[in-house]
């Protein structure tokens, strides 16, 4: 079975870290883009960041920029977010996705790890 | 910065009647990068349509999706009751490079 489950959500102080995690099983990982998109409470999907299936190309969100670094481990079948300098407005549930093969759409998604961070 | 705007907010319908949402973006999108998601309660959101009009593996043929440019449509032919939760239409572009809609709530009338 293809399976996302990610990891390290968890409630912190404003501008501590996290690392979050995403074990990837039932296909082969190394082949595939991943990404990280995030949903606050009662709100919207927001994208977050992204690598390819080699790890050539990063990209992040704006508003993440500079904080967050995204990376992968392809012997662990593993996504990572390091999460740095967290703000309350990063508070929101985070998903690892993963990006179609022949397309730019996201067809497999974890459950989410939750990320609170006060004030 | 293209940004999608998803109409209407919220859809009261019966199950067996259909369903029409729309996602409207502020600048000209390729349809090969338009992708619809359905997210009920408490779960992760799951793709229905990639490509504007393709049906991603395992999803009913009474969803469909169309349009071009600026104007993209989801359908639901015959709602289920299954088919009652949150749809997000998503947009591949420059910057930032995935974007969502804000939803449309299906809700059972």
């Known amino acids: 079975e293809v399976q996302l489950v990610e990891s390290g959500g968890d409630l912190v102080q404003s501008g501590r870290s996290l690392r979050l995690s995403c074990a990837a099983s039932?296909?082969?990982?190394?082949?595939?883009?991943m990404h990280w998109v995030r949903q606050a409470p009662g709100k919207g999907l927001e994208w977050v960041s992204g690598i390819s299936w080699n790890s050539e190309t990063l990209i992040y969100a704006d508003s993440v920029k500079g904080r967050f670094t995204i990376s992968r481990d392809d012997a662990e079948n593993s996504l990572h977010l390091q999460m740095n300098s967290l703000r309350p407005e990063d508070t929101a549930l985070y998903y690892c996705a993963r990006r179609m093969k022949n397309n730019v759409a996201f067809d497999i998604w974890g459950q989410g790890t939750m990320v609170t961070v006060s004030s | 910065e293209s940004v999608l705007t998803q109409s209407p907010g919220t859809l009261s319908l019966s199950p067996g009647e259909r369903a029409i949402l729309s996602c409207r973006a502020s600048q000209s999108v390729s349809d090969t990068y338009l992708a619809w998601y359905q997210q009920k309660p408490g779960q992760a959101p799951r793709l229905l349509i990639y490509?504007?009009?393709s049906r991603a593996t395992g999803i009913p043929d009474r969803f469909s999706g169309s349009g071009s440019g600026t104007d993209f449509t989801l359908t639901i032919s015959r709602l289920e009751p299954e088919d009652f939760a949150v749809y997000y239409c998503?947009?591949?572009?420059?910057?930032?490079?995935?974007?969502f809609g804000q939803g449309t709530k299906v809700e059972i009338k």
């Open positions: 490509a504007a009009s």
């Open positions: 039932g296909f082969t990982f190394g082949d595939y883009g």
């Open positions: 998503q947009h591949y572009g420059s910057s930032p490079p995935w974007t």
